[in-house]
């Protein structure tokens, strides 16, 4: 008997996760309903996917040969579903573009107002994620277009230079570090920080660059905007690092300074990226020149980081 489609998509969570629980509540199901469903295609399957720990889980050799290939087969039906609802009679072809934070923050609303400008005839359908989560969406033919900042594996993705990103530290105007025109990222450390939740790739650029210096990262409290960000510096809960040009559209109207990072690494590369070897319509097409376009016109789209 084939392992049900549900089955295997708990188990490539669990993978991911390397936490049965987590997985659990990221499908919207109890931990040992979970826990039942794994072991019913350990049984099927006639061998063990899993080493269970109190660490979490890990993949058995059998677990990654079925980590690939329910990959795989998750996608393709994924893509099925998206490509019969184009079928629909009457239904007009959006281009769904999934966007982080920080380029939403900056570059993308206007790019996009001229692309819509131009081409009044191509529906977008919009969403702000972080990059992690574009980058699996692209994968899963969730989305079509994507615009992240890589922190991660972009394995699977074609993937474009599209605008530069370059990260500034955000302070009341009376903080120590005020005094100084530019900072080091070390000095940054000395102080607790106001950070984005732990699904940003901004919070695994600045942990791991604080592990590369030795030192703790002193996260005070996590916020899901950059604007919720800037409210909490400006209350006195830490200092920030965001992006510059976020920064200075949200810090209008607070009392609130900036300053430049020098670290070479704060100068990131956004990215415009579509899954590799899926066939792209026109409207895709289009509004990937159109972004690109922008971007060389702006002056501000460096080569790949």
Known sequence: MLPDLDSLALFVKAAE??????????QSMGLAAASRRISLLEHRLKCTLFDRSHKGVALTPAGKTLLHHATQLLI?????????????QGRRRAVRIQVNTSAMAQYVPSDLASFTAAHPDIRLTVKERW???????????ETDVGVINPGGSIEGLECHPYRSDHLTVVLPPHHPLAEF???????????PLVGLEHAASLMDLLAAQAGLAQKALKLRVEMQS???VSRMIEAGMGIGVLPKVAA???LHGMNLQTRALKDEWAKRQMMVCTARGREKSEQVDRLMQALLHAAQCSGDQAGPS
């Open 17 to 26: 996760l390397h936490s049965l629980t987590r997985a659990a509540e990221a």
């Open 226 to 228: 950059f604007e919720a």
């Open 248 to 250: 200075q559209a949200y």
């Open 76 to 88: 393709q039906l994924n893509q099925m579903q998206v490509d019969l609802e184009e079928h629909e």
């Open 181 to 191: 025109d530019e900072l080091w990222f070390e000095q940054v450390l000395d102080y």
């Open 131 to 141: 990059s992690k989560q574009i980058v699996e969406a692209l994968l899963l033919g």
